[in-house]
């Protein structure tokens, strides 16, 4: 299977998927951490592919979306972004919206704590 085929495969066959460094358990970088941070919090079930353990898999991923950088979060197949985009939608409720949209369970409550704690 070619490494565009693995990653299709994967977005298709998961609701959410974070394509990070690292797993959700053991992040191995910042911005990996703050989106699987946010994920777990919120109660989301996502799948975590480690981009650090296939270099393939590293540039694929990128390729596959035409976004340079990781982490990258996927919901139903669709691209969503990185951590700005995902940090930006979670505290303006528009992550929320898309969650309910698709059917993806989520704590609500987790989801207003996140955006009481960093309200302005």
């Known amino acids: ?3 565009e085929a693995q990653i299709k495969d994967t977005v298709t066959n998961n609701d959410v998927v974070l394509f ?4 959700k358990e053991m992040p191995q970088c910042g911005f ?4 699987a941070g946010v994920l777990n919090f919120m109660g989301v ?4 592919v480690n981009v650090l353990a ?4 590293r540039q694929g991923i ?8 990781v ?6 197949g669709e691209f969503v972004g990185g951590c700005d ?29 996140i955006r009481e704690a960093n309200a302005d």
């Open 1 to 3: 299977m070619t490494t």
């Open 20 to 23: 990070m460094k690292g797993t």
């Open 32 to 35: 990996s951490s703050r989106v």
């Open 45 to 48: 079930e996502f799948a975590d």
């Open 54 to 57: 296939d270099e393939a898999l």
């Open 62 to 69: 990128k390729d596959y979306s035409d976004w340079p950088t």
């Open 71 to 76: 982490p990258q979060l996927y919901v139903k």
């Open 85 to 113: 985009i995902v940090t930006e939608m979670t505290l303006s409720g528009e992550l929320d919206t898309l969650l309910e949209k698709e059917g993806v369970a989520f704590n609500k409550e987790a989801a207003d704590k």
